[in-house]
Nanobody
Framework: QVQLVESGGGLVQAGGSLRLSCAAS????????MGWFRQAPGKEREFVAA????????YYADSVKGRFTISRDNAKNTVYLHMNSLKPEDTAVYYCAADISSLWAVVRGTDLDSWGQGTQVTVSS
């Protein structure tokens, strides 16, 4: 398994941008499909974006499509979430996750191999 640590969260005004990073430990990072999830207060955790081990395949939730971009740098053991045109409803704790099996396993979001501790994103109106 890999250990995951998120960073880059913070407070931003609506319409602004943030870039989240998820640093992974372990030499097998490039074998893992990766994803981002979020959980707002009083709501269940929801899928945001996923990327395949190669970086070629990506998938997004409809709510962020066209505004968020997921990318990875396997040489740096890091996956990113570039968030543009942020809205107050994007406010949540954002979690990074990893799974050895497939991008679609990450999209399903159940029984994933590793989770990070989360980073808070707050978007003010």
């Amino acid at each position: 398994q890999v250990q995951l640590v998120e960073s880059g969260g913070g407070l931003v005004q609506a319409g602004g941008s943030l870039r989240l990073s998820c640093a992974a430990s372990g030499r097998t990072f490039s074998s893992y499909s990766m994803g981002w999830f979020r959980q707002a207060p009083g709501k269940e955790r929801e899928f945001v974006a996923a990327i395949s081990w190669s970086g070629i395949g990506t998938y997004y939730a409809d709510s962020v499509k066209g505004r968020f971009t997921i990318s990875r740098d396997n040489a740096k053991n890091t996956v990113y979430l570039h968030m543009n045109s942020l809205k107050p409803e994007d406010t949540a704790v954002y979690y990074c996750a990893a799974d050895i099996s497939s991008l679609w396993a990450v999209v399903r979001g159940t029984d994933l191999d590793s989770w990070g501790q989360g980073t808070q994103v707050t978007v003010s109106s």
